[in-house]
């Protein structure tokens, strides 16, 4: 396995518009991203999503980053506290 060294910064508290590219009906759901680098994101939602399923992030400006549109690919979804889910998301240039 390669192990790449990638910029990586582990915010708190930031909010982002989440929505589900492979569902037929555009759901915004709300969520608070929590790690964020160039490969992908950790975020906290009230929802859970399919691993493999494509989804769009508005990530909002905060003092630690400029906003970002993206598109990435679920690869993990855990349930934990409740009703919160713990999603992580890989960015690829072909997810657009």
Do not use: W
Not at 18 to 40: A, C, M, N
Not at 59 to 71: A, E, K, Q, V
Not at 74 to 80: M, S, T, Y
Request: glycine residues 4%; hydrophobic residues 35%.
């Amino acid at each position: 396995m390669e192990r790449r060294r990638v910029l990586r910064t582990v915010v708190k508290n930031i909010y982002i518009d989440i929505y589900s590219q492979t569902e037929p009906d555009r759901v915004e759901v709300i969520g608070k991203i929590y790690d964020i680098s160039p490969l992908g994101a950790k975020f906290i939602s009230h929802r859970p999503y399919i691993i493999g399923s494509k989804i769009h992030l508005n990530i909002l400006s905060t003092n630690h980053i400029p906003p970002i549109d993206i598109s990435g690919r679920v690869v993990h979804c855990e349930q934990k506290d409740n009703d919160e889910f713990y999603t992580a998301v890989e960015f690829k240039e072909d997810y657009k």
